[in-house]
């Protein structure tokens, strides 16, 4: 049994708006049966297959399948096992007929290495090599070209090519390619043995693009194969590569590969995998070709580090970077060097604009290499105090790796990416002050050939690199600030503009702490929302008590404190509904008890709806169409005269001061103007905070004396109303202002927060209550002057026993 892929490509953009292409794959399976030929050495079965069509169905395929060449001895890289599958079903059955499909395996039965044994060849990967700097050793025992993570790093390989080459002629290892070099190899592990000698064979493809995906599809005219084996004495893969002639033969194996791991690290040589490729023919054959160097791609995992790093350039740092005094007796704190802090993500501009995104990412602190492990802080220790600059243990050695990827093409000259298509990567190394949280560097960004393939060994060196780091006690909202500059001349070819960097700090130290205010916050809201259940359900109690005060209670606010318990409801379902379980982004990690206590909070919330709706409900139908219930009516819509006027022309003070705010607010990459509709979100809750506002302003219009709310209802919904300013001052200086999507309690955009407001709001919902409070004791018009108080007072209702509330 075997199966035959169908694959169909397709493209998508990820967040990072880089094409990138992916591959869906369906298969067709097949039983087959038959008899081998030990003489011939051929294979003859029949059989059929499963798979599916346009139509949706699944149609059976009568096959026969025939290899040839299948040994079962002296089995070598130069014979390949060949064969076809083919339909049996007639070209008229155009749902079972397919064309004839050509197949290709490598040996696996009795294979022999026979590339490899030959003193010649092993003589010849002593080019270009350097002992000097000898690679890191394989440990056999845990990594090996055939398995992960090694065998994935090792899939994406980018080509650097020597000045002279322009073109494929003389420069391309694929002979008869096109005048395009290619831009990438990857290395496959077609079978690894595990004896002492560490032998493997290999399948290479070169491709023009930085697909993930390049070992996919087979083409013998971009691919070698070959045999290698594992140099315990220089730490190097040496391979001997072959073309394919043809589908059943490989020949012309004269191309030779050298991979190593680098056991030290510099400015100019930050890659985890290095490694050439090159000709043993002589320069006036036509299938020679110059030196080709090679790396890993960008930062894939490899599994392997350099032990020590070699610094070039801090004399270039000392006269570059000028030296910050710390601020005297102000205890401010920054990151630590060897922190998970030292990491972050940024957001680039170029001439007030957003041109890119990229990252930074420290390779070592002093000589010793780090490697940053994605869930808390470097993966090895301090090292010892010799890589400090001075006694004060301040100032420390450090290197940075950077990449930055644009958001679209820039033609402009004086671009950073004038030389790139999409990506500048910057290697850098400099001087960090552990007193200041200043950062200084000199960097060295990688420079491309004019049809964008990378040039080895060629650099742009002359560029200053700065980034000042917040406190870690900053308790606003903190960003990285930083710069990458070109120090070179205006009319120098190389030269760019200058790029501002910014980078939203969430520290370590911050992070941990709102992770436990995100769990404080929760509780908070399944304490809150409970009380307002509690205090809901004594209000309809009390109605139950005295149904003869219902229609004197505002609808509007009524109608206010449903639509505070409707609209998350209605919100979050549609969340849900549209919710994509591959699409999560979560910035403190997924913590699954969240999710847990969101269901909790949405049951609760809908609880409260309900009673809500229940008392609106009772509200408006005791409103019945005879003469008293007329006249309150007409104080409800005259409430309503007054109550939205006040809403209007505080909805445009609200707007006017958020506008004013913004203006004095320090702009930023991540900082953006708040949109109309989050200014109207947040004048809802502040209406919310008001509540009872309606019901004063009705309680005015219909001059009545009745205890209409319990108290325990309005000072108790008031209490859980303003309860929220109160932590948000306790907050605002306990904790650093993050992303408003990690606010479960009082978010910022539901509401006025800030110190003046968390004031003002309390002290405006507590005189609302005391209002209510003499209202209902003393006559509506007792909060008025003398003067204004009137002497009409609203009959009491007599309630029917038929129109007693029922709960």
Known sequence: MFQIPLTRNFSYKPSYRTQQHHYRTRYVTFKVEGFWSESSGKVCMVGTGIGYSKKGDSPNFDVVFKLNNVFNSNNSITSLISGSLMSLSSEKDESHYFEPISLMMFPKANYSYTLLDSKEAENEFTFGSDDSQKGLSLNSDVMNFCSYPLSRAIRRLQLEFTHECNSSKNCSPISGSSSQLPYMMSLKGVECSHDNKHRLRVMMRFSNVSDYWIDKGFNPKTMLVGEGWWNEKKNALFVVACHFIDMTHVGDCSIRLRLSFPSI?????????????????????????????????????????????????????????????????KGRRFPYVYSYDMRFDMLVRESNRRVAWGYSSPLSVGDQVYELDSMSNFTAEPPSPSVIVDDGTSLFNISYKIAIYANSTLDERNSVFNLSSYRVKISAEGVYDARTGFLCMIGCRDLPLNIGTPIAGSVDCEILVKFQFPSLDTKGGSYIKGSIESTRKKSDPLYFKSLELSSAAIYSETAKKAVWRMDMEIIMVLISTTLTCFFVGLQLYHVKKHPNVLPFISIIMMSILTLNHMIPLVLNFEALLAQNPNNKNFVFGYVGWLEVNEITVRLITMVAFLLQFRLLQLTWSSRKTNESEKRLWIAERKATYVTF???????????????????????????????????????GGLVLDGFLLPQVILNLVSNMKENVLSCSFYFGTTFVRLLPHAYDLYRTRNYARLSDGSYFYADPNADFYSTTWDIVIPLGGILFAIIIYLQQRFGANFVLPHRFRGSKVYEKVSMVTESEAEI
């Open 645 to 683: 006027p006040l809403y209007a022309a505080g909805l445009l003070i609200a707007l006017l001061l958020k506008l004013k705010k913004d203006g004095y607010t320090v702009t930023s990459v991540y900082h953006q103007h708040d949109s109309s509709w989050e200014s109207i979100k947040s004048y």
């Open 265 to 329: 690290w510099s400015i100019n040589n930050t890659d985890s995998i290095v490694g050439q490729i090159w000709s043993n023919k002589n320069s006036n054959d036509q299938d020679y070709f110059k030196t080709i160097r090679f790396r890993n791609f960008e930062d894939d995992q490899v599994g392997y580090r350099a032990s020590k790093y070699e610094y070039s350039q801090l004399e270039r740092v000392e006269k570059s970077c000028p030296t910050h005094k710390p601020v005297k007796n």
